[in-house]
């Protein structure tokens, strides 16, 4: 039994493999986001170690002080900050905070959005009404006032950022997983199902769930850009851990020391990060899309 379940699994995990290469079959500009994305993603594991410096190790001269021309050279590509830290070393360390808070507050968002939206949907009635009064009342809330108010509360720290993000981002998906799940509960094999002896759960999770899947992974993939956006601009506004360096930590300093007019090395290697993977994410979600409205597609 053991065996045979674990052969189920195998050829579910590759079915699921060749679905997915279908959907990207094609899509030049949705593939790139995938190289992208997943540079970043190695990057996010090697960078500590092949950065040339620590992210808050000063360069100094002989005699102790920073140097005075901080500008990209060859011992620094990108220029030094006027600490004295090297940028390059900053930038591809940061590329692990946005990696990390974007997948995890991305997989958590759209977790606790798609169970909410296939719970609202499936049951209906009092239970639907709730769950979507709520969502009205967590659209009502403007993100970053309330960010900045949870961060104080809570603490700098990435992992209240994580929560921060999922706390106020999971509305969107529970909303559009619940439309979903409304249309799908009306077709003939789930009223079969039900006649089978199906629990709900069973209903909900195996014969539901993998209908709303394209539109989950495309709420996944929006997600990221989301919680990378959010997790700059929260540090952005100084409540970011000031023990991990990000891109948005990095662009703050340049502001909080007025150096924004001149020291255009400082901010552009971090804006560009941001930019390409925000970018890059959103790219991943045309191809599933274009799998959720078919009339997208170009022939």
């Not at 930590?249 to 552009?268: D, K, N, P, S, T």
């Amino acid at each position: 039994m053991a065996e045979r379940s674990f052969s189920e699994r195998a050829f579910l995990f590759k079915r699921f493999v060749r679905e997915q290469r279908e959907v990207f079959r094609g899509e030049r500009l949705s593939i790139a986001g995938l190289v992208i994305v997943g540079m970043f993603v190695i990057l996010a594991f090697i960078g500590p170690y092949i950065a040339p410096y620590a992210p808050f190790e000063a360069t100094v001269n002989e005699w102790g002080m920073v140097p005075k021309d901080k500008t990209p050279s060859a011992a620094h590509w990108f220029g030094l900050t006027r600490f004295g830290y090297d940028i390059f070393s900053q930038a591809i360390i940061s590329a692990r905070t946005a990696v990390v808070v974007g997948l995890v507050s991305a997989v958590m968002v759209v977790f606790v959005g798609a169970n909410l939206g296939l719970i609202a949907g499936y049951y209906g009635g009092w239970i639907d009404e709730t769950i979507m009064r709520v969502t009205d009342i967590a659209y009502g809330i403007p993100f970053l006032p309330m960010a900045i108010v949870l961060m104080t509360l809570l603490g700098r720290g990435v992992s209240n950022i994580i929560i921060v993000i999922v706390a106020l981002f999971w509305r969107t998906t529970s909303r559009v997983i619940r439309a979903q799940v409304l249309s799908i509960k009306e077709r003939p094999f789930i009223y079969a199902a039900r006649v089978a002896g199906a629990s709900d759960l069973r209903i909900i999770y195996r014969h539901i769930a993998p209908n709303v899947l394209p539109m989950t992974f495309l709420y996944i993939a929006f997600a990221v850009g989301w919680a990378v956006i959010a997790e700059t601009s929260i540090s952005f506004l100084g409540f970011g851990d000031p023990d991990v360096i990000s891109w948005g930590q990095m662009i703050h300093h340049v502001f909080a020391g007025q150096m924004f007019r001149e020291a255009w090395w400082w901010y552009l290697p971090p804006g560009f990060c941001i930019v390409l993977l925000v970018m890059s994410t959103f790219w991943i979600g045309l191809a599933y899309e274009k799998v959720i409205n078919p009339r997208l597609k170009v022939e």
